[in-house]
């Protein structure tokens, strides 16, 4: 399946109108648009049911001793893991596209309850779920997409990876708030095609991305 963006080109930087969080000379950071991302698709197989759309970032530093620390760096050798921004089920068939802004058009303290989407469509949780945990301002369940927001002191690019599953089901076999995890059990053996896009981020000032 071949799968492109009008937001951005592959591998080349994601704006910051599709980002969680942009870069502010007084701050490091401060909140941005958080609009998702056109992505449009095609080159499913016959006896494609549903399409299954997610981000995930690959680049998540494993230990949170440096991140956003004053003086310190994370460095680019450090262990790194999955960071999920966006999991969505149970796109109709008939729907190959998702415009920018469809989905998410701005951070959402707490998280969103009720994503926009194509119609039928089901959001899961992202990781900021966990990452806001104990913030008494931000924490919450945070369902649908919200975009990057890596570590302003990372030296390390983060690598977004939008990916596209053609299935043959009409309705994920998942509950509310589903994970990652959840996701990757209900869909095995039901995979037909797949195909994706990846984007560059960085808050870091020293980093110069195009």
């Excluded at 119609?119 to 992202?126: F, K, M, S, V």
Aim: net charge neutral.
């Amino acid at each position: 399946m071949k799968v492109v963006s009008r937001s951005f080109r592959a591998n080349g930087r994601i704006p910051g109108r599709c980002a969680f969080a942009v870069k502010s000379p007084k701050t490091h950071v401060r909140l941005a648009d958080n609009r998702n991302p056109h992505l449009a698709w095609s080159g499913a197989p016959p006896g494609t049911r549903s399409f299954v759309v997610t981000c995930i970032d690959g680049d998540a530093p494993t230990r949170p001793d440096d991140v956003n620390q004053e003086g310190r760096q994370v460095p680019v050798d450090l262990p790194r893991a999955e960071f999920v921004h966006w999991l969505m089920v149970d796109i109709p068939v008939e729907v190959t596209e998702i415009a920018e802004g469809s989905c998410s058009a701005s951070v959402t303290a707490r998280g969103k309850t009720a994503p926009g989407g194509p119609d039928g469509a089901r959001q899961g949780l992202n990781d900021y779920t966990g990452w806001f945990a104990g913030d008494p301002e931000m924490e919450g369940r945070y369902l649908g997409y919200d975009g990057p927001c890596p570590p302003w002191n990372d030296a390390r690019v983060h690598h977004y990876r939008f990916e596209v599953y053609a299935t043959d089901l009409e309705r994920c076999d998942l509950g509310e708030a589903f994970t990652l995890a959840d996701l990757r059990q209900a869909l095995q053996g039901h995979i037909l095609a797949q195909g994706g896009i990846t984007g560059r981020y960085s808050l870091n000032p020293q980093i110069r991305l195009r």
